[in-house]
Each structure stands twice: as structure tokens, then as C-alpha cells.
């Protein structure tokens, strides 16, 4: 379980550039939304270890293990939940 499925998908940020404030703010936003770091760096064409020390920069809080368990399992029960 990566982004939201209601969420659109980002384009690809080119490597010759730094994103956008839109940008940035979106991969913010999408990111505190519960959007996995992995998922939103594969989604610009970037990686993890490209995306995770600017989010820090812009001031972003890094889930941690715990935080990240804790989200996957609320995804998961609310799913079952929504199931028929």
C-alpha cells in the first residue's frame, strides 16, 4: 500500500532540476496524507535517498518504523472494513 488510490499521479521531475514550490508542496502534503517515501520518489523518477533528505530540508517529520507499521495496519483494517 503506497498513495492514496484517489490520488493523482505526479510527473516525473527531471534530474537537471530541483522541484517546483508546487512540487515540493505536493510530495509534502501527499506525504503527511500517508503516501509512502518510496512510492512518491518512484512516482517523480527519483529515489528514496534523493527525496528523504530534501523532505527533511523543507522540515517535513520522517515517519519512523512504528508510525509506518501503525499506518499500514489502519490502511489495512479500514480496507476490511470497506470490503463486501
Given at each position: 500500500?503506497?498513495?492514496?488510490p484517489?490520488?493523482?499521479r505526479?510527473?516525473?521531475?527531471p534530474r ?8 515540493r ?11 509512502t ?7 517523480v523518477?527519483?529515489s528514496?535517498?534523493?527525496?528523504r533528505p530534501?523532505m527533511q530540508?523543507?522540515g517535513?517529520h ?6 509506518s507499521?501503525q ?14
Amino acid at each position: 500500500m503506497t498513495a492514496l488510490p484517489t490520488e493523482s499521479r505526479m510527473k516525473p521531475i527531471p534530474r537537471q532540476r530541483e522541484p517546483t514550490r508546487a512540487e515540493r508542496e505536493e510530495l509534502i502534503r501527499r506525504y503527511r496524507e500517508g503516501a509512502t517515501m518510496d512510492a512518491l520518489a518512484r512516482e517523480v523518477g527519483r529515489s528514496d535517498d534523493w527525496l528523504r533528505p530534501r523532505m527533511q530540508l523543507w522540515g517535513v517529520h520522517i515517519r519512523g518504523r512504528s508510525e509506518s507499521q501503525q499506518l499500514r495496519w489502519k490502511r489495512h483494517n479500514a480496507a476490511r472494513r470497506a470490503a463486501p
